[in-house]
């Protein structure tokens, strides 16, 4: 596959405390299988979709009591110019580049408004095989109370321009503040994000939603509930697909989307 230009998603990985749990979950939601293991590092296991590899699942470090959560990584050409960009932008490192064997360097940073991200500047391991089909990683927005916050930071570490969606006069999106984040021209948008109104509660802090594709989010949906999940918002119908966001039962959220079934008009855009 060739290589993520910098700033856009390259890979996603979760740690649970409950990793069998975790692939007999996903393998029934997302069609997922697994390959064996890595000992050496950590017990990293990649997941797989028609063979490709679409992300990975590690049980947490010896003493570490992290929530299970899905961590999104932003490629870099270089992790420590872009670990440097991070903290001059106001945002935190939580761990420092780190070279993972021949695979490539990683690092994870929390920015401003508190939504953890990784950084990946890749080896042999390049990032996604698979993208927007059905098993595979389509789409993410940050969800923050700080848009103004966030926004500043993402544009200072990485080469994003922004644009705002409109959304005229529709009471169901009155007040949605949403800017979509794009590399290299309009064309090839990368990453939303959403203004956290008060339906979420004051507990839940910043994050990455990351969504993946599925063939057919009811069905996607009634699977997750079977295995313990819990369902937050829709399924609803769009524009981009008919999509709902959940939380396995470890607590891990996520969204699923079908992208091929959508609805109504594509929303006019403004320049941010």
Not at 30 to 41: I, M, R
Not at 50 to 61: H, I, S
Request: aromatic share 12%; net charge negative.
């Amino acid at each position: 596959m060739a290589e993520f230009p910098e700033g856009a998603p390259c890979w996603v990985d979760a740690m649970f405390t409950d990793v069998e749990g975790a692939k007999a979950f996903y393998s029934d939601v997302l069609g997922w299988t697994f390959g064996e293991a890595s000992s050496q590092y950590g017990n990293y296991t990649q997941a797989y979709s028609d063979g490709k590899a679409v992300a990975a699942v590690v049980p947490p470090m010896p003493g570490a009591e992290a929530p299970s959560q899905w961590c999104l990584y932003f490629a870099s050409p270089d992790a420590a110019a872009t670990a440097e960009k991070i903290k001059a932008a106001g945002g935190e490192l939580m761990m420092e580049p780190m070279q993972v064997g021949t695979f490539g360097t990683m690092a994870i940073a929390k920015e401003p408004s508190g939504a953890v991200f990784g950084v990946w500047q890749p080896g042999e391991h390049r990032g996604f095989e698979k993208l927007g089909e059905p098993g595979a990683y389509a789409w993410a927005e940050v969800y923050t109370r700080e848009p103004a916050t966030a926004d500043a930071f993402l544009s200072q570490v990485f080469p994003y321009g922004a644009r705002k969606i409109e959304f005229g006069d529709d009471p169901e999106t009155a007040g949605m503040d949403f800017k979509i984040f794009s590399i290299g021209g309009k064309d090839n948008p990368v990453l939303g994000r959403m203004k956290m109104g008060d339906e979420f509660p004051p507990e839940i802090p910043s994050y990455i939603q990351v969504y993946f594709a599925v063939q057919d989010c009811d069905e996607a949906v009634a699977k997750a509930k079977k295995h313990g999940g819990a369902l937050h918002f829709g399924p609803m119908d769009s524009p981009f697909g008919r999509f709902a966001a959940l939380t396995d039962q470890q607590g891990a959220a996520f969204a699923v989307i079908d992208p091929t079934n959508t609805s109504g008009e594509m929303p006019q855009m403004s320049d941010a």
